[in-house]
């Protein structure tokens, strides 16, 4: 089945420093990858989706290149916020829309002032 | 725009007891629909999608079924709750025709003592 790896967590960093989280996916067909990011007691949020290959998407100041040869999706942002302080998922879609994402293990990053 | 409705927020129940989760969708007609469930500092896991009102599939066996009785609505229960049934549960929808980002609700706490 699908898979996708994650830098493994905490991650912890000062403001304004940048922030990479790495994934890594395995899947037999041609995902659509995403990245949810979750604040403490809540649901995950959509933060952007990256439906074909060599593109990137980017929201919030996030981005990511979706690397089909190399199967990665890395999540960046060049200088990030104590407001950053969350655990960030990458997902995937095998894009039968009946079925639901498979999601890595999560990051959990936290931003000191 | 659409908004996602979880209820009760959280709840604090005996082994044994029975459970009905509940989640409600406005805004949009024929969702496809899903059930998460997250340990505490775990990652999700799909429990159910439905893709129309009275079809309910299985992804995982928890000893939890799931049912939609109406267009906007995801019931999730069970009998006899089990310790291993606490945590956060996530209900999610995404648009019925070719888009695979799911969008999560708030989620209900889940304590079996």
């Known amino acids: 089945g699908d898979s996708v790896t994650q830098t493994e967590g905490p991650v912890t960093l000062s403001e304004g420093t940048s922030l990479t989280v790495n994934c890594s996916y395995e899947?037999?067909?041609?995902?659509?990858l995403f990245w949810y990011v979750q604040y403490p007691g809540e649901g995950p949020q959509l933060l952007f989706k990256?439906?074909?290959?060599?593109e990137k998407g980017s929201n919030r100041g996030f981005e990511a290149t979706y690397n089909k040869e190399a199967t990665s999706f890395h999540l960046q942002k060049a200088s990030v916020q104590e407001s950053d302080s969350a655990v960030y998922y990458c997902?995937?879609?095998?894009?039968?829309?009946?079925?639901?994402?498979?999601f890595g293990l999560g990051t959990r990053v936290s931003v000191f002032p | 725009a659409q908004t996602i409705h979880q209820w009760p927020v959280a709840e604090i129940k005996a082994v044994g007891s029975p459970l009905s989760l509940g989640c409600t969708i406005k805004?949009?007609?024929?969702?496809?629909l899903y059930w998460y469930w997250q340990a505490t500092g775990g990652t999700l896991q799909q429990l159910f999608y439905?893709?129309?009102?009275?079809?309910v599939e299985s992804v995982v066996q928890l000893n939890l079924s799931a049912s939609r009785p109406k267009d906007d609505q995801f019931i999730l229960s069970t009998e006899k709750l089990l310790l291993s049934h606490s945590g956060f549960y996530l209900c999610?929808?995404?648009?019925?025709?070719?888009?695979?980002?799911?969008?999560f609700g708030p989620g209900t706490r889940l304590t079996v003592l």
């Open positions: 999610a929808w995404s648009p019925y025709w070719g888009f695979y980002e799911q969008y």
């Open positions: 899947t037999k067909q041609y995902p659509t």
């Open positions: 990256v439906p074909k290959a060599n």
């Open positions: 997902a995937l879609s095998e894009g039968n829309y009946a079925q639901g994402l498979t």
């Open positions: 805004g949009k007609s024929s969702p496809n």
């Open positions: 439905s893709i129309t009102v009275g079809q």
